[in-house]
């Protein structure tokens, strides 16, 4: 299985500051690689797919980059509404794989 | 706009089977080029994918599935087109299958055709406990 590790685990931030994520993968994902955000009790939402495209309806400050094992979400500016647990997903081999998570919360 | 909805019991027994539906609505499971798969999430085992199903509508080609090698001898994966349903059936429970399970419908977006879950049900507790 492709292992997919997130740094940090957890991060503090203020409203308006600029937030990346990391997620690695274990082997080369092309750029198959997915990110979603999810709430406390709540199902996770689809922001990024194939590394670097928005889902549609989705606010521009969330993007997404990199390619093989490197990847980053970028928050440019981050909104109340953005405290959450963010979590990348590989769809390169089966079976697709997630990482661990990475909570966003409030300084 | 497509929406998913989980049912089935909050508790299962050991040994016993894990029973769940999610129902389709707004959409139908036949859609061409769709996949609906299920996914749970533990606190001790995160976001875990355990397999997807594409049906395909057709009398003559009932689709397939794909499972996570670590669950496939105990997982089924099935769809009624006619209820606009699929299910997920897990054999031979423990309390390490305890978690949220979700449905989602797994899209293959973008130029490379990613797999990618679009859109999600609420999530159903289930807990394995005698």
């Known amino acids: 299985d492709i292992q997919m590790t997130q740094s940090p685990s957890s991060l503090s931030a203020s409203v308006g500051d600029r937030v990346t994520i990391t997620c690695r993968a274990s082997?080369?994902?092309?750029?198959?690689l997915n990110w979603y955000q999810q709430k406390p009790g709540k199902a996770p939402k689809l922001l990024i797919y194939?590394?670097?495209n928005l889902q549609s309806g989705l606010p521009s400050r969330f993007s997404g980059s990199g390619y093989e094992t490197d990847f980053t979400l970028t928050i440019s500016s981050l909104q109340l509404e953005d405290f959450a647990t963010y979590y990348c997903?590989?769809?390169?081999?089966?079976?697709?794989?997630f990482g661990q998570g990475t909570k966003v919360e409030i300084k | 706009q497509v929406h998913l909805q989980e049912s089935g019991p909050g508790l299962v027994k050991p040994s016993e089977t894990l029973s769940l539906t999610c129902t389709v609505s707004?959409?139908?499971?036949?859609?061409?080029?769709?996949?609906w798969g299920w996914i749970r999430q533990s606190p001790g085992n995160g976001l875990e994918w355990i397999g997807s199903?594409?049906?395909?509508?057709?009398?003559?080609?009932?689709?397939?599935?794909y499972y996570n090698p670590s669950l496939k001898s105990r997982v089924t994966i099935s769809g009624d087109p006619s209820k606009n349903q699929f299910s997920l059936k897990l054999i031979s429970v423990t309390a390490s299958d305890t978690a949220v399970y979700f449905c989602?419908?797994?899209?293959?977006?973008?130029?490379?055709?990613?797999?990618?879950?679009?859109?999600w049900g609420q999530g159903t507790m289930v807990t394995v406990s005698s």
């Open positions: 989602a419908r797994d899209d293959k977006m973008g130029t490379i055709l990613s797999d990618a879950f679009d859109v």
């Open positions: 707004g959409g139908s499971i036949s859609s061409r080029g769709y996949y």
């Open positions: 199903l594409y049906n395909s509508g057709s009398t003559y080609y009932s689709g397939s599935t």
């Open positions: 082997q080369s994902v092309s750029s198959y």
């Open positions: 194939a590394a670097s």
């Open positions: 997903q590989q769809s390169y081999s089966i079976p697709w794989t």
